[in-house]
């Protein structure tokens, strides 16, 4: 098992794409802690991984409060007792589809702000926990 024992924060956890990273954590041994907006959805990864034999531990976090990622991110070391990976697997698809010519500049800004602030915000908070 090439995680065994690591601690692993997923953010965006309830994804297709994030959800399948837990879930490989999971299956090499790792303690997922998944992170996103709608618990029903880390929920459903949460059971998958559990009834697998993994360990799984699903909040509600918005990633681009950093308030909120930072007290999750405290939150899994009290539970844990350390943060030895994060992944940020969040993306805002609110415009996917939508014809350039339709777009205002803040639809078109949106995912590249959501992206940049998020993977920063969670970035720093693992990396302060990991000090």
Do not use: C, W
């Amino acid at each position: 098992m090439l995680l065994k024992d690591k601690i692993a924060v997923v953010y965006g956890g309830g994804g297709s794409v994030a959800g399948a990273i837990a879930r490989a954590f999971a299956r090499e041994g790792a303690v997922v802690h998944l992170a996103g907006r709608t618990m029903a959805a880390l929920q459903a990864v949460a059971e998958d991984i559990t009834a697998g034999g993994g360990q799984a531990h699903p909040a509600v976090v918005d990633a681009l409060d950093e308030s909120q990622v930072d007290a999750h991110a405290a939150a899994v070391i009290e539970r844990s007792g350390a943060l030895d990976i994060s992944v940020n697997v969040i993306a805002d698809q609110d415009v996917q589809g939508t014809p350039m010519v339709e777009m205002s500049v803040e639809d078109y800004l949106r995912p590249v702000e959501v992206a940049v602030r998020s993977k920063f915000l969670t970035a720093r908070a693992a990396a302060r926990q990991m000090i």
